[in-house]
Nanobody
Framework: QVHLVESGGGLVQAGGSLRLSCAAS????????MGWYRQAPGKQRELVAVISSGGISNYADSVRGRFTISRDNAKNTVYLQMNSLKPEDTAVYYC????????WGQGTPVTVSS
């Protein structure tokens, strides 16, 4: 059983910053890719950023240069530093990890007010 616990979401004004965390616990085994996705109301879930076990990252064009993904392999934790937030970043943010299986977190809401 693998459990993902996300934290760090909330309400912030445009231009502000938030830092999301996602800690994996249980029988994770080797975690390959860790990532963040988001789903805005009425829209499909989309990739925000992913990072490999070796630290190679990739970002959606809409967040590149504003968001930074990182991970602490010793803690099985992935982070998402979000700067210069925009109202269009408002969504529920989900953590996802890939081991032999794919696991999703429960989601943490981020609301950016204009």
């Amino acid at each position: 059983q693998v459990h993902l616990v996300e934290s760090g979401g909330g309400l912030v004004q445009a231009g502000g910053s938030l830092r999301l965390s996602c800690a994996a616990s249980g029988s994770t085994g080797i975690i390959n890719v860790m990532g963040w996705y988001r789903q805005a109301p009425g829209k499909q879930r989309e990739l925000v950023a992913v990072i490999s076990s070796g630290g190679i990252s990739n970002y959606a064009d809409s967040v590149r240069g504003r968001f930074t993904i990182s991970r602490d392999n010793a803690k099985n934790t992935v982070y998402l530093q979000m700067n210069s937030l925009k109202p269009e970043d408002t969504a529920v943010y989900y953590c996802r990890i890939t081991t032999a299986y794919i696991y999703w977190g429960q989601g943490t809401p981020v609301t950016v007010s204009s």
